[in-house]
């Protein structure tokens, strides 16, 4: 399917074109930064429809390669007293929660794992 382009209201990160831009890390960054800075406004659809799908698309590769139980585990060669666990309950929904928790706790990484 064919998606428009972000309304000009929006003023956050680009997907262009929008059905076919890799969502990469910075991408996602700065998707953080704007709602930190402008939580009001939304997302267009289209961007979140595409968010979604990629997520989907992930999931299902990581379910094939790995199965559905993932191990968290860390080796010991590679721990370290700055590697984290940080266990995290629901949320409700609340962009703003999650995106206070990424604030003071660091956004998910090798080292800074979420569960």
Do not use: C
């Amino acid at each position: 399917s064919s998606f428009r382009e972000a309304p000009r209201i929006y003023g956050g990160p680009k997907l262009d074109p929008v059905d076919s831009a890799p969502i990469t890390k910075e991408f996602a960054m700065e998707l953080v930064r704007h709602f930190q800075s402008d939580w009001e406004r939304p997302i267009p659809s289209r961007y979140l429809y595409r968010i979604l799908d990629e997520a989907e698309r992930i999931l299902i590769a990581r379910d094939e390669q790995q199965g559905p139980v993932q191990n968290l585990g860390f080796e010991n060669s590679t721990r370290t007293s700055e590697t984290q666990i940080v266990v995290l309950g629901d949320t409700h929904g609340q962009l703003q929660d999650l995106l206070w928790i990424f604030f003071k706790v660091g956004v998910p990484s090798p080292s800074n794992r979420y569960l």
